[in-house]
């Protein structure tokens, strides 16, 4: 599962760093910068291989950050994929049934692909103990719920729905935000006191990244053969086309960013 998982973080990692809104990025770096402590600390949940931390590239190799994941192979990874320079931690962990100890000490806390798994009661008591610490939060790349092609095909529409039914289900937090997840985290956080801006950051993928495009069309095929609102052969058919026309049409697959900081 953790090579499976791997293959799949490195596939989608250049389109996530494509995606990212660099004002977002430049803004949580400033906040990281702004403080008194010459090395702050980022805590970043649910890291996989590190694609936070490469994603701010130069700017971030003077921080600390503990890298936090519930899966050993990937923290490995994690590790060794470090920047040079990089002062780094991993901790292994339930996220599921966070302790808040992880938290301690973090300027900012980050997370990539992973609020639209969790409830919105893991979100709101994720934001009130970052409240609690005076730590900000930059939670990037929730799944906005909206995936469209250049070429379309009639079960598009039926298969995005039927996806997004399934990313609903309990994934290990309770109900999962699925598509809701951005806009809850802007909602929460700014009733906590926060201030929150958000930015719209699809993937916009085309015939170059045809790898992560083949995977991704599984995965919504799957899922919506799972929900058992398409039928198997249906959801099959519509693959198969959608696979034979990588070479000729565009995936744009739509994603919010958040980054929430203390008011004060």
């Known amino acids: ?3 499976f998982e791997a293959r799949w973080l490195d596939l989608r990692e250049p389109a996530d760093h494509a995606a990212r809104a660099p004002s977002l990025l430049r803004r949580a770096a400033h906040h990281m910068d702004a403080g008194e402590e010459p090395r702050p600390l980022v ?13 701010f590239g130069q700017t971030g190799h003077g921080w600390r950050w503990r890298l936090v994941d519930n899966d050993e192979a990937l923290l490995a990874e994690a590790s060794q994929r470090r920047p040079d320079g990089a002062r780094v931690e991993t901790v292994t962990a339930d996220l599921a049934h966070l302790d808040r100890e992880i938290l301690s000490g973090a300027r900012l806390v980050t997370a990539s ?76 956080a700014r009733q906590a006191g926060f201030m929150v801006e958000t930015a719209q950051t699809p993937w916009d993928l085309g015939p ?18 799972e929900t058992g609102r398409v039928s198997g052969e249906a959801a099959q058919d519509w693959l198969g086309v959608r696979t034979e026309r990588i070479a000729t049409s565009r995936c744009v697959v739509g994603h919010l960013d958040c980054l929430a900081l203390p008011a004060a």
């Open 43 to 55: 805590v970043d949940l649910g890291c996989g291989t590190g694609s936070t931390l490469r994603a």
């Open 113 to 188: 692909a992973l609020f639209d798994l969790c409830s919105d009661g893991f979100v709101a008591n994720l934001i009130e103990a970052l409240k609690s610490i005076g730590a900000g939060l930059y939670a990037a790349l929730n799944y906005d719920g909206t995936t469209t092609w250049s070429e379309p095909h009639p079960m598009d529409e039926a298969i995005v729905a039927a996806f997004n039914h399934h990313q609903r289900g309990d994934k290990g937090f309770g109900p999962a935000l699925g598509p809701d997840s951005g806009p809850a985290i802007a909602r929460l």
């Open 208 to 225: 170059d990244q045809a790898g992560l495009q083949e995977r991704f069309l599984e995965g919504l095929a799957q899922a919506a053969r």
């Open 1 to 3: 599962m953790s090579g």
